[in-house]
């Protein structure tokens, strides 16, 4: 099956640096990937679809300039908060499309900010 | 637009009961339904999903859902809950194969002994 891979799982980092986050699409081609934030029990909150190729389209609300999204090859996307703050903690988590049908989860990210 | 809502943030279940998961959705156009599994500090697993056809879908792990359109619901069932079923579940619908999902607020499923 269609499997993503999303590292680290879990970061620890001082408030103003940067942190990324990759996601990798193991045995097929992701031309379109999804970044999720999820905070503490609730949803998923999309932030922003990344195409392979191209520039990020971002949801309403979503820094662009705070959450860098690349997306360079068809088997990877990366997430970098920019000038992290406490308030940038949280859950993220990447998705991917296969099949035309079907989405599968990276593991997610646990940032911490401190 | 297309919405779900999940009846119940939490729902709590004896080893061995029933589990019945309640979602219901709007869309605008035939639904695409999901439902999928998130253990703690872990992504999503796809439980199941009803695109076309069978309207009664089964899924991993004992799980099955049924697509009822005259309810607009797509509630979750098990008959027997386990221990290892203790997790958070949620609801997505999407308009078509090849649109985002979006997803409902999650429930909670504590199974106690």
Known sequence: GAVVSQHPS??????GTSVKI???????????????RQ???QSLMLMATSNEGSKATYEQGV???KFLINHASLTLSTLTVTSA???DSSFYI???RWQGE???FGSGTRLTVV | AQSVTQLGSHVSVSEG???LLRCNYSSSVPPYLFWYVQYPNQGLQLLLKYTTGATLVKGINGFEAEFKKSETSFHLTKPSAHMSDAAEYFCAVSEGGSYIPTFGRGTSLIVHP
């Not at chain 1, 879990?10 to 408030?15: D, G, P, Q, Y």
């Not at chain 1, 193991?26 to 990937?33: E, I, R, S, V, W």
């Open chain 1, 102 to 104: 079907g989405y599968t």
């Open chain 1, 10 to 15: 879990w970061v620890i980092c001082k408030s």
């Open chain 1, 39 to 41: 905070f503490p029990k």
């Open chain 2, 17 to 19: 009961a029933l589990v």
């Open chain 1, 85 to 87: 703050h406490p308030e």
């Open chain 1, 94 to 96: 990447c998705s991917a």
């Open chain 1, 22 to 36: 990759e996601c990798r699409s193991l045995d097929f081609q992701a031309t379109t990937m999804f970044w999720y």
């Open chain 1, 63 to 65: 820094e662009k300039d």
